[in-house]
């Protein structure tokens, strides 16, 4: 599609956007703002109890970012004022219905008024607790379709999922929808209302148990990995959002809908400018972690493609498909992701990691630079236990018996040993499924 035709569409709309404070989120509305200066409004939903903590919430966490550095130089003294014109900040909250806008003045006003809703709530902690998932994953994704259905004017619904809900097919991940019941590994139909039973039961009875809030949290993650599972999900996360899937697809109707499914996002390549990232995301714990010498292995298939694709990228994607698809009644599905195009191995990861890292390596505590050099791969499951087993098992059984000769002398050292050590494996017990992962 021609720019011009993109800005065009985007000339006296009016979006509105869930999750606002978030990564993605805020990429999208600096973009639009950026852009299109003469888009009509921008109802970002944020979560929050009332209007003055939801602009406190904005002003913290989403316009004071560094992002905003290129609007504010375009701007200048007239950028409150243009925010003001331009951008209605919204509290709500997208797991309850009318998503949780109890100012009835405003929520007549969106529904009259807005023309795109892009839906980018979500909890994308692989472990997060089940019924926390579900709310905002999977029903959160129905409460902003039947916001949608609400719209008068509305053109285009844009949901955003992960290119991860699909499972691979000889190699492929495929763009196609999700009906309602499908599973992954094609076991008994999945009931998604009975999925919210199975939560709102287990809640109940560790309640009724007098169960500690961190026995909670603790059993309530475990029971989200349990049921991804056992359809042939590797983790809650992708779960969720499968089902949330699900269910648009089974309940739009006539609506125009696009979901968008990226693969690893990553920090932005050029727009407003190359770099920014907010936070240690996905990946680049791994390279945090080498450049200040603590990986000292490296898990995962050498051939494995690592999957990255820029912020800006997938914020440029959903914006051509939102264009693109307005006012056709339809479902479609985009993967915004590398791996076919610009492929990169978990080898070529390593070594942009020792050039980068060589060149401008990280400064310790003590202001010395600390000096990486090639990490073990372990190429295998089985390699990785038996270098566990003899790097940090067996010492720590060795701790254990010292710790009872010496009467819990050594008992904080064991403890702290135990912990890092169960630390390790639950991360490599989520991540695994994507070290090893051959999917294009």
Not at 354 to 381: A, C, N, R
Not at 404 to 409: D, K, L, N, R
Not at 426 to 434: S, V
Request: hydrophobic share 40%.
């Amino acid at each position: 599609m021609e720019l011009g035709s993109i800005l065009h569409f985007l000339a006296d709309k009016s979006i509105l956007v869930t999750g606002a404070t978030g990564f993605l989120a805020k990429i999208f509305a600096e973009k639009i703002l950026r852009v299109q200066p003469n888009v009509k409004k921008l109802y970002l939903l944020l979560r929050a109890a009332d209007s003055k903590s939801a602009m406190q919430r904005f002003n913290t966490e989403v316009i004071a970012k560094d992002l905003f550095r290129v609007l504010k130089e375009k701007c200048g003294r007239n950028l409150n004022s243009f925010i003001s014109q331009k951008v209605v900040v919204v509290p709500g909250d997208i797991a309850c219905e009318n998503l949780g806008v109890k100012d009835t003045d405003l929520l007549k006003e969106m529904w009259k008024e807005v023309d795109v809703v892009v839906n980018l709530a979500a909890t994308t902690n692989f472990d997060e607790r089940y019924d926390v998932s579900l709310d905002i994953n999977t029903f959160g994704a129905v409460h902003a379709l039947n916001f949608s259905k609400k719209c008068s004017k509305l053109k285009v619904h844009v949901h955003v999922s992960t290119a991860y809900v699909s499972g691979e097919k000889e190699g492929l991940i495929s763009e196609t929808p999700y009906y309602l019941g499908e599973t992954l590994n094609g076991t008994s139909e999945l009931d998604i209302d009975r999925e919210r039973e199975v939560a709102e039961e287990t809640l109940k009875q560790l309640r009724v148990e007098d169960s500690s809030q961190e026995s909670i949290k603790s059993a309530m993650k475990d029971l989200g990995i349990q049921r991804a599972r056992k359809y042939g999900w590797p983790n809650t996360y992708v779960f969720t959002k499968a089902m949330g899937e699900m269910l648009l697809g089974h309940m739009k109707e006539n609506m125009p809908l696009v979901i968008i499914r990226p693969t690893i996002v990553s920090s932005t390549y050029k727009e407003p400018f190359p770099g920014w990232v907010e936070g240690i995301r996905t990946i680049d714990s791994l390279a945090v972690s080498y450049g200040k010498g603590r990986l000292t292995c490296f898990l995962g298939d050498p051939t494995t493609v690592i999957d990255l694709i820029p912020a800006d990228m997938v914020v440029n994607a959903m914006i051509v498909a939102m264009v693109a698809h307005a006012n056709q009644p339809n479902e479609t599905i985009y993967h915004i992701g590398s791996s076919l195009s610009n492929p990169m191995d978990s080898t070529m990861f390593q070594e942009y990691g020792l050039q980068y890292f060589t060149k401008h390596p990280w400064i310790d505590k003590e202001g010395k630079p600390v000096i990486v050099g090639k990490v073990k791969v372990l190429s295998t499951m089985d390699n990785f236990r038996s270098y566990i087993t003899i790097r940090y098992l067996l010492p720590l059984k060795g701790l254990q018996l010292l710790n009872a000769a010496c009467c819990q002398y050594f008992r904080n050292e064991y403890l702290n040993m135990y912990r890092k050590i169960k630390y390790v494996m639950r991360l490599i017990d989520l991540y695994q499924p994507y070290l090893f992962f051959k999917g294009v």
